[in-house]
């Protein structure tokens, strides 16, 4: 097995005023050769909203734009027709397909905080699609949590490509024993709070940690550590 760690501190940073942005992968500003991308997962920014700010409408095409809420609500008009506010603990995926255009903000009075992620799509130009799920903390208790796939289901989101995204929350400490899906040979794995250990490494609050050549991974995860697994292919 080997493994990649980014320390929380080692991330990029785009500060724009209103939009604080801490980024795990190149992006925007930020390029970094040995952090452009983690197979076909592309872009992870751990990014604040302020209150009144927000993303005005803007186009994507061809991309698996993954949305999961940690703190704050925000609102999301699309040219699909859909217009709602999500708040902490949903998840919304855009599946921009063909192209679709869209527009967020933060329409509460306290910070957002959201993790953006971008993932490469299996088949091109596909119609676009928009959907959103809720994950109540209380439920997720002790247990890793399915968010998305590229499985069609009830529970969880669904997007064009092979990838695996799921939420821990271990109020009580314990060892996760995680296996991949066949077709998968990367897992990026991101602290939210708290504390992992992988491999003798210690993964703290907001680090990152990426691992391949390996089909199985053992997480010891401390007491009250959440966490995010995203497990994709290498390439198409």
Request: net charge negative.
């Amino acid at each position: 097995m080997k493994t990649r760690l980014t320390r929380a501190a080692e991330r990029g940073l785009k500060d724009i005023g209103w939009l604080k942005s801490h980024l795990s992968l190149s992006f925007g500003p930020y390029s970094d050769p040995e952090r452009s991308g983690f197979g076909l997962l592309r872009v992870f920014n751990d990014d604040v909203v302020q209150p009144g700010g927000g993303f005005g409408i803007h186009g994507h095409a061809n991309m698996e734009i993954i949305s999961v809420m940690l703190a704050g609500s925000m609102n999301h008009k699309d040219t699909l027709g859909y217009t709602e506010v999500v708040h902490q603990d949903w998840v919304q995926i855009m599946s921009a397909g063909s192209g679709l255009r869209h527009e967020e903000h933060n329409v509460g009075d306290t910070d957002v905080n959201f993790l953006q992620i971008w993932i490469e799509p299996k088949l091109q130009n596909i119609g676009p699609r928009y959907q959103r799920r809720q994950f109540p903390e209380d439920k997720r208790r002790n247990q890793l949590t399915t968010i998305v796939s590229n499985e069609e289901g009830q529970a969880h989101c669904w997007i064009n490509q092979n990838a695996k995204l799921s939420l821990g929350y271990y109020p009580d400490a314990q060892t996760v024993d995680y296996t991949f899906k066949p077709l998968n040979k990367l897992l990026f794995l991101f602290v939210i709070s708290g504390s992992v250990t992988v491999a003798g490494q210690q993964v703290q609050e907001r680090d990152s940690l990426g691992i391949w050549e390996t089909d199985s991974v053992s997480i010891e995860a401390a007491a009250g550590a959440r966490f995010l697994l995203i497990e994709c292919p290498i390439n198409h």
